[in-house]
């Protein structure tokens, strides 16, 4: 039996090599480092200064938009106000992201298209939604897929050209050319 050395991590004497302590260390900081925290900033979210320069009964709309760029949203019936939307928030790991910031700029404009109101809505002014679980009852039977397929067998006529296929039971003759009764033709 052929006797094999084992690598070790020790020197003669006994103690820990300096390339050991330095692959432990490094792999302690890229742990270390990944596990800080992550800030995202999402939307529009425009400084207090830059907030400061739109005034009312002075900016125009192409001031506004040069300060602070297109808006993150218009209000759906009337084109004279503009929201500008932005969050600022945390991360670490996997974590849930915890929210720093959060900013909503209304801007007004009146008919002439100078600014006349802003107003800033912040985090602390936010209310929580609580979604409805309710569902839309919708019409009709509540059949699986496969009665589906196999209920539609046999309901088309190949020889229809109208595109609408076998409409139902049919009345008189099966579809003869000038019958009045005719219906579908029926073919099976």
């Known amino acids: 039996m052929q006797k ?32 800080s925290p992550r800030v995202n900033v999402h939307g529009n979210l425009p400084e ?3 907030i400061s320069e739109i005034r009312p009964g002075e900016s125009n709309r192409n001031q506004v938009v040069s300060l602070l760029g297109t808006p993150s949203t218009m209000s759906t019936f009337q084109d004279d106000v503009w929201y500008y939307i932005g969050q600022r928030e945390e991360q670490v ?16 404009f009146s008919t ?33 897929i496969l009665q589906q397929l196999l209920g539609n067998i046999g309901r ?15 009345t008189g003759s099966p579809g003869a050319p000038g019958d009045a009764g005719g219906g579908s033709g029926g073919v099976f």
């Open 4 to 35: 094999t050395a084992s690598k070790t991590f020790r020197d003669p004497a006994g103690r820990v090599g300096k390339f050991t302590l330095l692959s432990l260390a490094a792999a302690g900081v890229l742990m270390a480092g990944a596990c």
């Open 93 to 108: 790991a996997f974590f849930k992201p915890d929210i720093l910031e959060r900013k909503v700029l209304k801007v007004q």
């Open 112 to 144: 002439n298209d100078v600014v006349s109101d802003t107003q800033l809505y912040t985090l602390a002014e936010g209310q929580e939604i609580d979604l409805v679980e309710r569902e839309t009852p919708t019409e009709g039977q509540d059949i699986t």
């Open 48 to 50: 207090d200064e830059t």
């Open 156 to 170: 088309f006529n190949v020889d229809d050209n109208t595109g609408r296929g076998n409409t139902g039971p049919t």
